[in-house]
């Protein structure tokens, strides 16, 4: 059913369609033709429109109708992407050195690598390579703190985990992976974002206007001056009021 739009300017009716797609005021109204200055002042004022939230509504809900999704199924996958955990992706690991296991923390091979070592010297006719401190190394162990090489301190070690493997809060949060100059790139969505968009969302971050003269932060409670107790009683229209 079309919507009535007799209740709304031109601009008010812009600001709606914009700020469905963007949830913010300052950019929507600065798109529906108000001043750059003006526009998160106006955006409040459209918000709290009566006209305007209906339209929004309207808009939202068609929005919604038309991709056979609901607000529940949007908000879960947000929180989703929110609350996942990134470690289930990639890890950035201390483990030990080649020392902290190596008999008399002597330096210690793996059991291919000392067996390579080998082939190689008899192949070249080197002497037998030698391992003081044995062989067994394993890169997974976490290091140890008396050992006099690394301290205890191990070395830094990123380990990226089989995303089929990943749960699906880390399946959302994760947006691929490429190989460049620098080796693998994990990349994840951007977790704070969709939170932010979340508690949008649910109402969590209100706005209150209050014609007391003064800006107070009270937090998440933004309380915003919109007329002077010293303004005149008859003052000019503002150019960014519809």
Known sequence: ???DFTKLTERKRKFCEEYVVTLSRKNAAI?????????SIAGLRNLQDENCQ???????EARAQRLHISQDEVLQKLWAIASADVNELVEYRRVCCRYCYGKDYMYQWTDAEFERAKIEAKNRGYP???GPGGHGYDATKPPVAACPECHGEGKGHIHAHDTRNASAQARALYDGAKVGRDGLEIKTLDRMKALELVGKHLGLFKEK????????????????TLTSPDAPKVAAKDPDED
Do not use: F, Q
């Not at 798109?31 to 526009?39: D, F, I, K, R, T």
């Not at 209906?54 to 939202?60: E, K, M, P, R, S």
């Open 128 to 130: 037998k390579p030698e």
């Open 1 to 3: 059913m079309p919507y």
């Open 31 to 39: 798109a529906a033709g108000y001043s750059e200055g003006g526009a």
């Open 54 to 60: 209906d339209y929004i509504d309207y808009l939202t």
């Open 209 to 224: 206007v209050e014609h007391s003269g003064k800006i107070e932060n009270t937090g998440p409670v933004l309380n915003l």
